[in-house]
Nanobody, 112 residues
Framework: QVQLVESGGGLVQPGGSLRLSCAASGNIISFYIMGWYRQAPGKQRELVAQITSDGITNYQYSVKDRFTISRDNAKSTVYLQMNSLKPEDTAVYYC??????WGQGTQVTVSS
């Protein structure tokens, strides 16, 4: 059974940084497209960034040049480095494997 566990969320001031981690069971990140999604209150879940097994990345326009997705196959972990955070980045962030398997989410709050 695939398990994804996110960590690294928290409260940060505007302009600050956070790094989210997604630890995956087994070696699935080598085979699946891994993605970070987010869902703000009252809004639909949206794709933030994704990375293929070949290392090709794709970002939502609003986070491009501020967020970086990466993965460490040896640790079966996917990361989301978030810089220059804005209040509108506040949401629950979810890790997903191929849009089929999901973690429980981690809260990111950007506020002064």
């Amino acid at each position: 059974q695939v398990q994804l566990v996110e960590s690294g969320g928290g409260l940060v001031q505007p302009g600050g940084s956070l790094r989210l981690s997604c630890a995956a069971s087994g070696n699935i990140i080598s085979f699946y497209i891994m993605g970070w999604y987010r869902q703000a209150p009252g809004k639909q879940r949206e794709l933030v960034a994704q990375i293929t097994s070949d290392g090709i990345t794709n970002y939502q326009y609003s986070v491009k040049d501020r967020f970086t997705i990466s993965r460490d196959n040896a640790k079966s972990t996917v990361y989301l480095q978030m810089n220059s955070l804005k209040p509108e980045d506040t949401a629950v962030y979810y890790c997903s494997a191929a849009g089929r398997f999901w973690g429980q989410g981690t809260q990111v709050t950007v506020s002064s």
